[in-house]
């Protein structure tokens, strides 16, 4: 079988990383269980399996365990910032939408995004997409294309955002 | 007795403004002229609609599995919701459906 001879090859890497796999998949069937009766725990046990085969079959278990282990603790900070950027832009929209008169005025950008790897650019397009008033369209290489409810949305966040998630970059 | 008043508040006063959100979201998403612009109210539902409703619950349940499993639903709606509007507006583009516009296209750095 190929999943047999693929992980003879990357043998200690594949197994290393598919334990630690099972090891947070585990502690995620422990928390959202919350049980510890030995017919729960095997039937965690063995899902975890489970997963960890189908994972290490399909590869990932290397290269996206990886990332995420880096990615998602480290810049803490542009978390939080995003957060506020997040309440400031949804009372913008909130009080358009709620104006009898609906003072939009609807725009399509074109914007740089200056991260290197590509984790960092679509980490930038989802955090204007998650904020209200900003959608990111498409993507092209470097170029972000921005749908925006009206100007001022998108000057909140552009160039700024920008250098804040340029810092995410690895 | 004081830090129960006090916490009931805080959560109640979570719970009805994050309810305000999304009604204001829904509303949004009514008046608003086109798909594009009713994209947009439609983010206030997903961050500060659900956000401040899921904080309401965490501080009721306190510190709990209940709340650990509510801050989980927070992080996997934080990662699907963009990824979703952006599938959206991405497919109506791609079919054809041009965004309602005040100017002519203008380019920014």
Known sequence: MRVFQRLARGRRRAWRHGFYLGLVLFGLWLLLSGSFKPLLLGLGFLSTLLVVYIALRMDVADHEGRSIHINVFRPVGFWVWLVGQIVRANLHVTYRVLHPRLPISPEVFHVRASQDSELGRVTYANSVTLTPGTIAIDLQGNELEIHALDREAVEAMVGHKDSRAAALDL | ?109
């Open chain 2, 1 to 109: 007795m004081m830090l129960e008043t006090v916490r009931e508040g805080l959560s109640w006063a979570c719970l009805l403004s994050g309810g305000f959100f999304l009604v204001a979201g829904g509303i949004g998403m009514l008046r608003l002229p086109d798909f594009y612009t009713r994209m947009h109210p439609a983010g206030v539902i997903d961050t500060m609609g659900a956000g401040l409703i899921l904080l309401g619950l965490m501080i009721q349940a306190g510190f709990s599995l209940v709340t650990v499993k509510l801050l989980l639903i927070a992080l996997f709606l934080l990662f699907t919701s963009p990824t979703a509007v952006h599938a959206l507006a991405k497919a109506a583009r791609h079919g054809g459906l041009e965004p309602l516009l005040v100017n002519t296209e203008e380019n920014d750095e």
